[in-house]
C-alpha cells in the first residue's frame, strides 16, 4: 500500500533562518507531488506541484522554493524565512496525471517563524 | 480564474441534527469535485468524489450533491455525531491541457456539540 511521510510535524524557527521540510512517498512511482499551504483560518493554498524529477511548478511567488532530487522526494526549503511563512504546511501525491484520483495528503507539519 | 467558494465559513449544530455544507465553483473545464475532511492538525481525507455525469455520491452518513449545469455541490450530514467536528474542504479539478490541478475552497468549519 502506498504511505506518504511528512516531517517533522511541528517546527518553530527565527525569522531569517533557513527551512527544509521534506516528504517522501512509498509504494507508488512517478507521482504528481504537491506542496500546500493552509494559514490559520484560510483554505488550502498551492505553492508548488511536480510531475517528475526536477520538474517544479510554483503557482505563487514567495519566499520558498521546492525540489525534486529523486522520484518520491519533495523538498519544500527557503534560506530566509519570514513571519508570514508561518502556516500549516501540507505534502499531497496523486497517480500521474489522471482525472478522478484521489489525492493522497500527509500529516502536516506547523510552521511558526518567530 | 479558478475559484471554489464555500459557505457557511462556520457551522454549530448540536449532536444527531442533519445539516448541509455549499460549494459553489468557477473551474472550467470541469474534471472533477471532492469533499474532504480535515480534522484540527490534520492531512484532509476524502469523503467522496464526482464527475460530471453524477449527481449524488453517498459515504455513511455524507451524501454529496452536484449539478455542473449551475456548478452547485452540497454536502448534506445526517446524525451528526462529536467526531464530525472539522473542516470540511471542497475541492475541484480542472483539466488544462491534460494537467489536472485542483482548487480548493476555504473549507466550512462544522462544530458538533453535545
Known amino acids: 500500500s502506498q504511505t506518504i511521510h511528512q516531517w517533522p510535524a511541528t517546527l518553530v524557527q527565527p525569522v531569517g533562518s533557513p527551512l527544509s521540510l521534506e516528504c517522501t512517498v512509498e509504494?507508488?512511482?512517478?507521482?504528481?507531488l504537491y506542496w500546500y499551504r493552509q494559514a490559520a483560518g484560510r483554505g488550502l493554498q498551492l505553492l508548488f506541484y511536480s510531475v517528475g524529477i526536477g520538474q517544479i511548478s510554483s503557482e505563487v511567488p514567495q519566499n520558498l522554493s521546492a525540489s525534486r532530487p529523486q522520484d518520491r522526494q519533495f523538498i519544500l526549503s527557503s534560506k530566509k524565512l519570514l513571519l508570514s511563512d508561518s502556516g500549516f504546511y501540507l505534502c499531497a501525491w496523486k497517480p500521474r496525471d489522471t482525472t478522478g484520483t484521489e489525492a493522497f495528503f500527509g500529516q502536516g507539519t506547523r510552521l511558526t517563524v518567530v | 480564474k479558478n475559484q471554489v467558494e464555500q459557505s457557511p465559513q462556520s457551522l454549530i449544530i448540536l449532536e444527531g441534527k442533519n445539516c448541509t455544507l455549499q460549494c459553489n465553483y468557477t473551474v472550467s473545464p470541469f474534471s472533477n469535485l471532492r469533499w474532504y475532511k480535515q480534522d484540527t492538525g490534520r492531512g484532509p481525507v476524502s469523503l467522496t468524489i464526482m464527475t460530471f455525469s453524477e449527481n449524488t455520491k453517498s459515504n455513511g452518513r455524507y451524501t454529496a450533491t452536484l449539478d455542473a449545469d449551475t456548478k452547485q455541490s452540497s454536502l448534506h450530514i445526517t446524525a451528526s455525531q462529536l467526531s464530525d467536528s472539522a473542516s470540511y474542504i471542497c475541492?475541484?479539478?480542472?483539466?488544462?491541457?491534460?494537467?489536472?490541478?485542483?482548487?480548493f475552497g476555504r473549507g466550512t468549519s462544522l462544530i458538533v456539540h453535545p
Open positions: 475541492v475541484v479539478t480542472g483539466n488544462t491541457g491534460g494537467s489536472y490541478i485542483p482548487t
Open positions: 509504494g507508488t512511482s512517478n507521482p504528481n
